[in-house]
């Protein structure tokens, strides 16, 4: 519990001084004076940290974030530096500037998730093209072999499309069953399993860095129901499934597509495990119990923890942060068409926030790794810039509504109306959030899987 409510403060303190950071400096940098920079928590004040430039740095008692007051800002104010007496494109530019640096903290955030080891799809390589004359072709390789382990170690490779990663940390117990000697590759070839020597000073990317190749057994089998097909036909957890009916499981061809167009039929499943391969012949079910799926298996990606370069890290952390945007403003229409159910889009309130970051915390102090902490707050912190933007009263949003009317209709809603209107909307949403807080409280704790997630 108290990992939970450090974990919580900790984060989303953070995360909303950065975004009360990014309205103290366009607001100053537009000549509107602030008055107090609240850099941890809302009043009453504790003390005083220091006077600059005319604002008082503050700490105060209730410790759920931070904030900026300017100078006439929820008031009919308009004596020079006071927020209201500024121009319609400075006080827009203010209100930007802090869902834009939360914007801006979460491709960081979510850059820092890359670089600290993250979960990453991978599979074995499998050659398609092996020019004459390469090390492969010395070697005896040719194009269909599946490079399986070298000696005791799984030869991985990215299965994410134009992302090549780093391997931080292999999967656990993931070993052929009768250890090869040194310097030895196990090929994949037809039904067999070949050993092949390597040179001492050859290792598997030379190896690879002049053949073509594409991931196969990149699905695994992580869990397998009592009483189903898959069980009676002894697959097992850890089994990484490789063909159906002769045809490739791959990234782009899943097994569930595959499994489903044989419904009711006895179909050919092979699988890798412990370095043999293992061909059951096995039935999908057409009606098969709720949650369990046509043949019984939980699958899951083969995982390992990559880590990107700087540069590339920087990048996917922008290409993520776009990837969530368009996600969430894309989730109205997923949930009307039925591609989410409803129950899986619920909002998080404060209790929800901090059981997700209670588990985070207490993943990253049991696993060392630190994944989960960046990614869950790189998470937060862009929900954080899209609801900020929301056109709803006392939001940014819904303050840049009333600067857009502005401009529509030439001039300016009286300030004292404007703040009528945020009031209330403050305190809808206040009455909003004591609902979201009651359904947290009275639902299922919200967890992430991190262990799963990070093959812990």
Do not use: C
Not at 316 to 336: C, E, W
Not at 412 to 436: A, C, N, S
Request: charged residues 15%; hydrophobic residues 45%.
């Amino acid at each position: 519990m108290l990992t939970t409510i450090l974990g919580f403060i900790a984060i989303l303190g953070t995360l909303i001084f950065f975004h009360e950071l990014g309205h103290y400096l366009v607001a100053r940098r537009n000549g509107i004076e602030v008055e107090e920079f609240g850099v941890f928590g809302f009043p009453p004040r504790l003390f005083k940290l220091f006077t600059y430039d005319g604002t008082d740095f503050t700490i105060n008692l209730i410790p759920l974030g931070a904030f900026v007051r300017m100078k006439g800002e929820d008031s009919d104010d308009l004596s020079p530096g006071s927020f209201n007496a500024a121009s319609a494109g400075a006080r827009a530019r203010v209100l930007l500037a802090g869902p834009g640096m939360n914007a801006v903290l979460a491709v960081v955030l979510f850059a820092a998730s890359f670089l600290a080891g993250f979960p990453a799809s991978a599979g074995s390589p499998m050659l398609t093209d092996v020019p004459q004359g390469s090390v492969a072709a010395q070697l005896g390789l040719q194009t269909g072999d599946i490079l399986l382990y070298l000696e005791e170690t799984p030869v991985l490779v990215s299965a994410e499309p134009n992302l090549d990663f780093g391997v931080k940390k292999l999967p656990e117990n993931d070993k052929p069953l009768v250890a090869p000697g040194p310097n030895t590759l196990l090929v994949g070839r037809g039904q067999d399993v070949v050993p092949i020597s390597l040179p001492e000073d050859l290792g598997v990317e030379e190896l690879l860095a002049d053949v073509s190749y594409r991931p196969v057994l990149t699905t695994r089998i992580n869990g397998v129901a009592e009483g189903s097909p898959a069980e009676a036909v002894g697959l097992q957890p850890g089994d990484r499934i490789h063909s159906v009916n002769g045809e490739l499981v791959t990234p782009d061809n899943p097994v569930n597509r595959l499994v489903r167009r044989y419904l009711g039929q006895e179909i050919q499943l092979t699988v890798l495990r412990s370095g043999e391969w293992i061909t059951v012949q096995v039935t999908p079910r057409e009606n098969p119990p709720e949650g369990q799926g046509a043949l019984g298996i939980a699958i899951g990606p083969v995982s390992v923890l990559g880590v990107l370069p700087i540069h590339k890290a920087l990048w996917q952390g922008v290409v993520t942060t776009f990837d969530y945007v368009r996600l969430v403003l894309m989730l109205p229409v997923l949930i009307l068409t039925g591609r989410i159910a409803a129950s899986d889009a619920g909002l998080a309130g404060p209790v929800g926030i901090a059981q997700l970051v209670g588990g985070a915390v207490t993943a990253t102090m049991e696993t060392g790794y630190w994944y989960p902490i960046w990614r869950l707050s790189a998470i937060i912190s862009a929900g954080l810039a899209i609801a900020n933007l929301m056109p709803l009263p006392a939001l940014d949003g819904g303050r840049l509504v009333f600067i857009l009317i502005e401009k529509l209709r030439g001039r300016r809603i009286d300030p004292q109306k404007e703040g009528v209107v945020h009031l209330i909307g403050f305190m809808l949403l206040l009455g909003m959030m004591v609902l979201v807080t009651v359904s947290d409280l009275s639902s299922a704790p919200q967890q992430i899987d991190w262990h799963l997630l990070l093959g812990q």
